[in-house]
């Protein structure tokens, strides 16, 4: 299948602080990609600087072919692609309704037409029990589902999930990580930006690997993990995998 | 169904005795205290779009009101031109004004639209003093007398105004009620709750606080012709200064920012008491009013920062 978004060179400086040196790979149509590094390898920079919250130093970003390159937030989700924030950010003063109710309203005019779809979303995510409940009242794990289930209202053709199982128990986990599965099954590819190792390995068709704002290892997640600059950058040197 | 029924016969009650009211007073002073209120009310609902809805703290509507009631006015003295259609063109001019404040500030996160806000108002102050030849500068510009005449919205009583504030009011409400829960209302909601969420959602931020603005700087533009026909003489002090831009937040503050019925009980109560004040301690104190302007407003954030519509909402 051809790439769903392609990033040549894309370049990003805060100060004196290289984040993002040259970062150049494809994302393929309908894959789940991990992207995995280090605190501070450049993650975060690369999802915000695709999707428009920073403006790139250099380089290009397309998606479908169509260049998005310095894009404005919104233009970039119009264009398809939805993020999730690291730390959560729902609307708090509004119920999960009328959260997704704003990301609904991106292909209809009507609010009406947009509650439909946006009830839709919310069984999906799981989250109909707290349909009208405001979401600075939702505990942590049901706040990353809403974040979620915003992205996903906007119906992206890809969707990037900024570290959405940190703070999760297992179960928890483990039910995000099949929501994501279905997600991906819809036809929406994925970059699944996580630090859990577990969910990675299990989830992703391949990984991606981030150091110093680097590209350091590209491949199958199971051979990335064994990669010995992988296992030196991400767990200390001394960290031999058995 | 009770519920709607009793709900249908307060609001038919309501607007039995708000047409019949001046039927039933005839005092000039309270007629014009009522006018007073839903003017205020009218401009609070156009405000409170942006300032409120959109949480862009505007301190300069003054502006925009200053060039409606300065536009049609000026047309009827050297024109003769009816002010149905020198307002409509002050409506145009005071959304142009808007959209100039608008188009580099809302681009910008922080203060600066609050500070663009308050530097147009002395702008358009600053020009109406200037210009006096034209504008008659400081000591104002009265209107001609030209009978009671509603094509230049003359009228020899005072419930002409009475009604045409009644029914700028009763329009401007209900185009707010549907604002608000329709696309425009959702996204200036998200935008105030977290901009950069609203973003990565496809909300062109900038695009819906100006659509928000345009409107706001529309009413309160036709506001100021209102005003300035019912009281047929205005300056630029009072139409234009900083202390009418405030108290126009003011008045939305103190009611209950970003809801419906904020700007209304706040009209009725910061109106009512400016009146009451103006009327009783005027002649003893003059800034007697603007004394209890402090009060309410300390008395208002330190008890009930969501405004006095609050203590009315269910749940």
């Known amino acids: 299948?051809?790439?769903?978004?392609?990033?040549?060179?894309?370049?990003?400086?805060?100060?004196?602080?290289?984040?993002?040196?040259?970062?150049?790979?494809?994302?393929?149509?309908?894959?789940?990609?991990?992207?995995?590094?280090?605190?501070?390898?450049?993650?975060?920079?690369?999802?915000?600087?695709?999707?428009?919250?920073?403006?790139?130093?250099?380089?290009?970003?397309?998606?479908?072919?169509?260049?998005?390159?310095?894009?404005?937030?919104?233009?970039?989700?119009?264009?398809?692609?939805?993020?999730?924030?690291?730390?959560?950010?729902?609307?708090?003063?509004?119920?999960?309704?009328?959260?997704?109710?704003?990301?609904?309203?991106?292909?209809?005019?009507?609010?009406?037409?947009?509650?439909?779809?946006?009830?839709?979303?919310?069984?999906?995510?799981?989250?109909?029990?707290?349909?009208?409940?405001?979401?600075?009242?939702?505990?942590?794990?049901?706040?990353?589902?809403?974040?979620?289930?915003?992205?996903?209202?906007?119906?992206?053709?890809?969707?990037?999930?900024?570290?959405?199982?940190?703070?999760?128990?297992?179960?928890?986990?483990?039910?995000?990580?099949?929501?994501?599965?279905?997600?991906?099954?819809?036809?929406?590819?994925?970059?699944?930006?996580?630090?859990?190792?577990?969910?990675?390995?299990?989830?992703?068709?391949?990984?991606?690997?981030?150091?110093?704002?680097?590209?350091?290892?590209?491949?199958?997640?199971?051979?990335?993990m064994q990669d010995e600059r992988v296992v030196k950058a991400y767990l200390g040197g001394s960290y031999k995998p058995c | 169904m009770k519920k709607d029924v009793k709900k249908y016969l307060l609001t038919a009650v309501a607007a039995v005795l708000l047409l019949a009211f001046p039927l039933l007073v005839d005092n000039l002073y309270i007629q014009h205290s009522f006018f007073m209120i839903f003017l205020f009310a009218t401009i609070g609902l156009g405000w409170n779009l942006i300032g409120g809805y959109g949480a862009q703290l505007s301190l300069g509507?003054?502006?925009?009101?200053?060039?409606?009631?300065?536009?049609?006015?000026?047309?009827?003295?050297?024109?003769?031109?009816?002010?149905?259609?020198?307002?409509?063109?002050?409506?145009?001019?005071?959304?142009?004004?808007?959209?100039?404040?608008?188009?580099?500030?809302?681009?910008?996160?922080?203060?600066?639209?609050?500070?663009?806000?308050?530097?147009?108002?002395?702008?358009?102050?600053?020009?109406?003093?200037?210009?006096?030849?034209?504008?008659?500068?400081?000591?104002?510009?009265?209107?001609?007398?030209?009978?009671?005449?509603?094509?230049?919205?003359?009228?020899?009583?005072?419930?002409p105004y009475y009604y045409l504030a009644l029914a700028m009011f009763v329009v401007v409400f209900f185009l707010v009620r549907y604002l608000e829960h329709a696309k425009m209302g959702r996204y200036l909601a998200a935008i105030r709750e977290d901009q950069d969420a609203a973003e990565s959602l496809g909300v062109q931020t900038h695009k819906v606080k100006m659509f928000a603005l345009l409107i706001s700087a529309a009413i309160t533009a036709a506001c100021g012709v209102l005003y300035a026909f019912s009281v047929s003489f205005i300056d630029p002090d009072s139409v234009a200064g900083l202390n009418l831009s405030i108290e126009i937040a003011v008045v939305v503050i103190v009611g209950g920012i970003g809801t419906l019925w904020g700007p209304v009980i706040g009209s009725v109560v910061v109106i009512f008491l400016t009146e009451m004040t103006n009327l009783y301690l005027g002649d003893i104190r003059s800034g007697a009013s603007l004394v209890l302007y402090g009060l309410l407003l300390i008395l208002v954030i330190s008890i009930r920062p969501q405004g006095l519509s609050s203590f009315f909402r269910r749940n």
Do not use: W
């Open chain 2, 61 to 159: 509507h003054a502006a925009f009101f200053a060039v409606g009631a300065y536009t049609a006015v000026l047309f009827v003295i050297y024109q003769s031109l009816t002010p149905l259609i020198g307002g409509l063109v002050g409506v145009v001019i005071a959304v142009a004004v808007a959209g100039l404040i608008g188009y580099p500030c809302f681009r910008l996160r922080g203060p600066y639209f609050t500070l663009a806000t308050i530097a147009a108002g002395e702008i358009v102050r600053t020009l109406l003093l200037h210009f006096q030849d034209f504008t008659g500068g400081a000591n104002g510009i009265p209107l001609p007398y030209k009978g009671d005449n509603f094509l230049f919205l003359q009228f020899s009583s005072k419930a």
């Open chain 1, 1 to 224: 299948m051809g790439a769903i978004l392609e990033v040549k060179n894309l370049k990003k400086s805060f100060g004196g602080i290289q984040a993002l040196k040259d970062v150049s790979f494809d994302v393929a149509e309908g894959e789940i990609l991990g992207l995995i590094g280090p605190n501070g390898s450049g993650k975060s920079t690369f999802v915000n600087t695709v999707c428009g919250l920073y403006r790139p130093d250099g380089g290009q970003v397309a998606l479908r072919g169509k260049n998005i390159t310095g894009l404005e937030p919104a233009m970039v989700a119009r264009a398809g692609i939805a993020r999730t924030f690291q730390a959560s950010r729902p609307f708090l003063n509004l119920t999960v309704l009328d959260n997704v109710i704003v990301s609904a309203l991106l292909d209809e005019t009507l609010v009406d037409a947009a509650e439909k779809n946006a009830r839709q979303a919310i069984e999906v995510a799981g989250l109909s029990q707290y349909i009208n409940t405001k979401s600075c009242n939702l505990p942590v794990e049901k706040r990353k589902r809403l974040d979620l289930c915003r992205a996903l209202a906007l119906k992206p053709s890809l969707l990037m999930l900024d570290e959405v199982m940190a703070g999760l128990n297992p179960k928890e986990m483990e039910d995000g990580l099949d929501l994501v599965r279905a997600i991906n099954r819809q036809g929406v590819t994925v970059i699944f930006i996580e630090h859990v190792m577990k969910a990675v390995v299990s989830l992703c068709h391949r990984v991606v690997v981030f150091d110093q704002g680097c590209m350091l290892a590209d491949g199958e997640p199971h051979a990335v």
